[in-house]
């Protein structure tokens, strides 16, 4: 998770099949984020996650503010 442009890393990280897999399991868990952060009363702006391939480069982001729907 990239937040205030400080990256913090999952240690265990997840491992999926194939990019869609990774995507829609980082639109989840920032669903998940954006409730906390919701219930708190803390600002959501900006904060993304970040999905690395095994070498470590990144293949995609997920913004928080994404994954959230209006329609």
């Known amino acids: 998770m990239r937040q205030d442009g400080v990256l913090t890393?999952?240690?265990?990280?997840?491992?999926?099949?194939?990019l869609n897999?990774?995507?829609?399991?980082?639109?989840?868990?920032?669903r998940e984020i954006l409730a906390n952060r919701v219930?708190?009363?803390?600002?959501?702006?900006?904060?993304r996650l970040e999905v690395v391939r095994?070498?470590?480069?990144?293949?995609l982001t997920v913004p928080l503010k994404s994954a959230l729907k209006f329609d």
């Open 39 to 47: 219930k708190n009363g803390k600002i959501i702006d900006g904060d």
């Open 21 to 30: 897999e990774a995507h829609d399991y980082a639109v989840g868990s920032a």
């Open 54 to 59: 095994p070498d470590g480069s990144l293949a």
């Open 9 to 18: 890393e999952d240690p265990g990280g997840s491992e999926f099949a194939t």
